[in-house]
């Protein structure tokens, strides 16, 4: 677990992270969303140890390991694997030169070190590629290159800072797989992204942050819940039959019912879980329904209403 | 462990550049021999009791020695370049360590290139090194310790690679000047009471004293300076890197 309490860190007048508290479970896809200049990229620099924060504390493991004692830097930097937004390897060494390099730097020598290598090469989909030089990758294979040489020391708590900003398509669905995979084996992810369908995919837990201060943080749906304040379903009627509107407002959480040609729209009150009641009800009224549909918004929705439309710098 | 991880890393990335073989080993040779053919007349006609192709086979490969300051100062900011410092920060290493393992790699690459080029100067180009060319050698093998440490040092203390090379550009080409690196420095006066003070005078007295070839008189001064100067500058990076940490 990665408790987050209270941190905070400015740089001259500018506030970058401000008394942010968070807690990380072991397990989790832990999604990091926010606009540019929000103050992720500082945070994750003091969750990595990179900076030092003005106040506050980052624990792993509630700051005990139970075997050697108490967790200190270097235990702790054992179990972080870093995936950096910009590509960080050398160009001019071949891809399993690079990966083995970075996990080298963990204390992996000889056969161990080559059997991670290959293994995060192949994570990686790079295996036929490991001799040919960085340098002649393609877009997307530099950027699954970027993600083997942090992975490769098999770190308990990997950090992915925008791992799949330009790249085609392919590669992307990969790097969304390996990740996928990542938290099947039990890894901790925090995972950074301006592509909210990802995160809207892949995160178990999300926390929204603006001017330096974690604005929202939950499950998707309680994030989507903070934006709603109402919730509607719509049948669309094979026929135009008529609908006696006055039976659907009755039912308990109603708070409007519309019939629009052959769309009826009824809205309720957030948390009235009725639809059983509303399906009841057009059973009752002998209508037949072609479609049903509930108006669920999307994480981008949340994002925008929380954040604001305005163009950031 | 760290220090030779990075000194091999080092190592592999400065001897697998074509660029930097061609910058280190082709380019010296070519203007030893370009400098060695123009000033020919000239040093027989002024009686120096060596030719212009030994005097410039020794002083401007020194003078391509010390320039290896800039490849022992790019090792420490390639990380920077190569945005592979954020990945080197969250590694269970220490960073002494890690930049003593780029001093070593930087060195041994600037000794090989440095050894490399009296070989290749020798068979190619005529020049003597003396009876005992592993003492020139050995001359070579220090000096190559001095600009990884200048490198090493200027690019720890001032952090930014602007300013380190800006300070490299302009005491390399000083100290290679009062050193005798490009004209043959007067026995009086004031140009040779500053000569004194470059390390690159010491070496080049030394290994033309060798190749005349002499008693080796200056050899232990200009190995002394070397190690003392190198000793000093590295000392002020450790020294620097700890108050950092």
């Known amino acids: 677990m990665i408790e987050i309490r209270n941190v905070s ?42 900076l030092a924060q003005d106040g506050g ?3 792993f493991m509630n700051g005990a390991a139970g075997k050697a004692g108490p967790l200190d830097a270097k235990a702790v930097k054992r179990m972080i694997g870093l995936v950096p ?12 030169e690079n990966v083995k390099f970075f996990a080298s730097l963990y204390g992996l020598r000889g ?53 799949t900003v330009g790249i085609d398509p392919q590669s992307r669905n990969h790097i969304l797989r390996s990740v996928e995979e990542l938290r099947r084996r039990g890894r901790t992810i925090i995972y950074t992204t301006h592509y909210m369908e990802e995160a809207e995919n892949l995160c178990t837990e999300i926390a929204i942050m603006d001017k330096g201060k974690i604005i929202a943080q939950g499950s998707q749906e309680r994030l989507k819940l903070l934006i709603k304040d109402s919730s509607g379903v719509t049948f669309t009627l094979k026929r135009p039959d008529p609908v006696d509107l006055g039976a659907f407002e009755r039912i308990r959480g109603v708070t409007t019912a519309k019939l629009d040609e052959l769309r009826l729209s009824v809205t309720s009150e957030v948390g009235a879980t009725n639809l059983n009641e509303l399906t009841a009800e057009v059973n009752r009224q002998g209508l037949i329904v072609t479609d049903i549909s509930t108006d669920s918004p999307s994480l981008e929705t949340v994002f925008l209403s929380l954040t604001g439309r305005s163009l950031r710098d | 462990m760290t220090t030779l991880l990075f000194a091999g890393h080092q190592l592999r990335l400065q001897l697998r550049s074509p660029g930097i073989l061609a910058l280190f080993i082709v380019g010296p040779l070519f203007i030893i021999f370009v400098f060695g053919q123009a000033f020919t007349a000239i040093f027989a006609a002024g009686n120096q009791g060596f030719s212009a192709m030994q005097y410039f086979g020794v002083t401007l490969l020194t003078m391509a020695v010390f320039q290896g300051s800039f490849l022992a100062s790019w090792a420490v900011f390639k990380e920077k370049r190569s945005n ?55 001359l070579v093998c220090a000096e190559a310790l001095l600009a990884a440490s200048l490198g090493v040092s200027l690019a720890v203390v001032f952090g930014q690679e602007r300013a380190a090379n800006g300070v490299m550009n302009a005491i390399v080409p000083l100290l290679v000047f009062i050193g005798g690196g490009y004209t043959i420095i007067p026995d009086s006066g004031l140009l040779h009471e500053l000569a004194r003070f470059s390390p690159i005078r010491w070496i080049n007295l030394a290994m033309l004293d060798l190749a005349l070839p002499g008693p080796g008189e200056y050899v232990a001064a200009a190995l002394t300076f070397s190690l003392a100067a190198s000793a000093a500058l590295m000392t002020i990076a ?7 940490r």
């Open chain 2, 238 to 244: 450790c020294l620097r890197l700890w108050r950092k």
């Open chain 1, 85 to 96: 937004q910009d590509l960080a390897f050398y160009q001019n060494y071949s891809a399993i």
């Open chain 1, 57 to 59: 504390s980052v624990s």
């Open chain 2, 84 to 138: 592979t410092e954020a990945r080197l920060g969250v590694a269970p290493i220490g960073r002494v360590s890690a930049t003593l393992g780029a001093f070593l790699g930087s060195w041994l690459s600037l000794a090989v290139i440095g050894c490399v080029v009296m070989a290749l100067g020798s068979v190619f180009l005529s020049i003597d090194y003396g009876d005992r060319p592993w003492l020139s050698a050995l």
């Open chain 1, 111 to 163: 056969k161990a070190l080559s059997e991670a290598a290959e293994a995060a090469l192949a994570f990686a989909g790079l295996s036929d590629a490991g001799k040919k030089p960085a340098k002649a990758f393609s877009g997307g294979m530099k950027r699954r290159l970027n993600i083997a040489c942090g992975i490769a020391h098999d770190p308990r708590v990997v950090i992915l800072d925008e791992p």
């Open chain 1, 9 to 50: 860190k400015s740089f001259g007048p500018t506030m970058a992270v401000d008394n942010v508290s968070l807690t990380i479970r072991d397990g989790e896809l832990f999604g990091l969303l926010g606009p540019n200049g929000a103050g992720k990229s500082t945070l994750i620099n003091m969750i990595t140890g990179l």
